[in-house]
T-cell receptor
Framework: QQQVKQSPQSLIVQKGGISIINCAYE??????FPWYQQFPGKGPALLIA?????SEKKEGRFTISFNKSAKQFSLHIMDSQPGDSATYFC??????????????FGKGTHLIIQP | ETGVTQSPTHLIKTRGQQVTLRCSSQ?????VSWYQQALGQGPQFIFQ???????GRGNFPPRFSGLQFPNYSSELNVNALELDDSALYLC???????????FGPGTRLTVL
């Protein structure tokens, strides 16, 4: 599977600030780009996802920006709160016929929101 | 909650042993996937089952095998355990209408 590169590895943001996490992919066959949030001792939980036919998707305080030509996508968390402190993973997969294949994950970003 | 449960929560085995991990997913979710998450890393795709047949596999050796049952439960079996198999093993079931994968809380496997 092609790699998905995620940055930064760790991020500290003040409460109320904007958290930005970036990902880049290589495989142009990828057709589905989700972001997952993971708290210690828990499994990843889907936060927001995008397909390449749109350049931006917003859900509440969370926004995905997608640049197909650059093969990059990013997660923006507006008005960051201490409860957002977690590890965030970007991922990508191919939509093949009847469904998606396995997800290819980035290595994760450990986000800390300081009060 | 995602509706995906896994058992056991924690497990300790010794090198060379065999282990079976279990997952129960939601009714109607016909696809189940298993992932391995090493400490400090992102999950890595092991394989996927659709209607009880394996239909996708990541870069894992044949000693990693699985089963899916008609009652939306599944198993991950690992033979000849190695120290590097120590990880969090995640099960995910897919809601086909939205193509969304819902993860369980995982089983923490330690190989000594």
């Amino acid at each position: 599977q092609q790699q998905v590169k995620q940055s930064p590895q760790s991020l500290i943001v003040q409460k109320g600030g904007i958290s930005i996490i970036n990902c880049a992919y290589e495989n142009t066959a990828f057709d589905y780009f989700p972001w997952y949030q993971q708290f210690p001792g828990k499994g990843p939980a889907l936060l927001i996802a995008i397909r390449p036919d749109v350049s931006e998707k917003k859900e509440g305080r969370f926004t995905i920006s997608f640049n197909k030509s650059a093969k990059q996508f990013s997660l923006h968390i507006m008005d960051s709160q201490p409860g957002d402190s977690a590890t965030y993973f970007c991922a990508a997969s191919m939509y093949s016929g009847g469904g998606a294949d396995g997800l290819t994950f980035g290595k994760g970003t450990h986000l800390i929101i300081q009060p | 909650e995602t509706g995906v449960t896994q058992s056991p929560t924690h497990l300790i085995k010794t090198r060379g042993q065999q282990v079976t991990l279990r997952c129960s997913s939601q009714s109607g979710h016909n696809t189940v996937s298993w992932y391995q998450q090493a400490l400090g890393q992102g999950p890595q795709f092991i394989f996927q089952y659709y209607r009880e047949e394996e239909n996708g596999r990541g870069n894992f050796p044949p000693r990693f095998s699985g089963l899916q049952f008609p009652n939306y439960s599944s198993e991950l079996n690992v033979n000849a355990l190695e120290l590097d198999d120590s990880a969090l093993y995640l099960c995910a079931s897919r809601e086909e209408s939205t193509d969304t994968q819902y993860f369980g809380p995982g089983t923490r496997l330690t190989v000594l």
